[in-house]
């Protein structure tokens, strides 16, 4: 069973920093893509940031300059390192990603894990 379990999450000041962990366990044979979203109270869920398996990375335009995602890939985690915080980044933050398990011949799918609380107030 493929599992996706976000960490890092929490209440910062304004300007502050945190670093987002999404760890991917299970049978896996590729991951190709892996996303995190975020939905804000009253909004609709948004791409923030992307990378492939080849490192390719892609960020929302409200985030660019501010945030970077990573991937270590001994560690099957993708991390998003969030910096200058502000309040309109409060969001449950979601990872998510396209993998392969092997068992079969079209077998990719979208995963998700259960997301994580960031809250960015004074």
């Known amino acids: 069973q493929v599992q996706l379990v976000e960490s890092g999450g929490g209440l910062v000041q304004p300007g502050g920093s945190l670093r987002l962990s999404c760890a991917v366990s299970?049978?896996?044979?590729?991951?190709?893509?892996t996303n995190w979203y975020r939905q804000a109270p009253g909004k609709q869920r948004e791409l923030v940031a992307a990378?492939?398996?080849?490192?390719?990375?892609n960020y929302a335009d409200s985030v660019k300059g501010r945030f970077t995602i990573s991937r270590d890939n001994a560690k099957n985690t993708v991390y998003l390192q969030m910096t200058s915080l502000k309040p309109e980044d409060t969001a449950v933050y979601y990872c998510?990603?396209?993998?392969?398990?092997?068992?079969?011949?079209?077998?990719?799918?979208?995963?998700w894990g259960q997301g994580t609380q960031v809250t960015v107030s004074s």
């Open positions: 299970g049978s896996i044979f590729s991951i190709y893509r």
């Open positions: 990378i492939t398996s080849g490192s390719s990375t």
């Open positions: 998510n990603a396209l993998i392969s398990t092997g068992l079969g011949l079209d077998d990719n799918r979208d995963y």
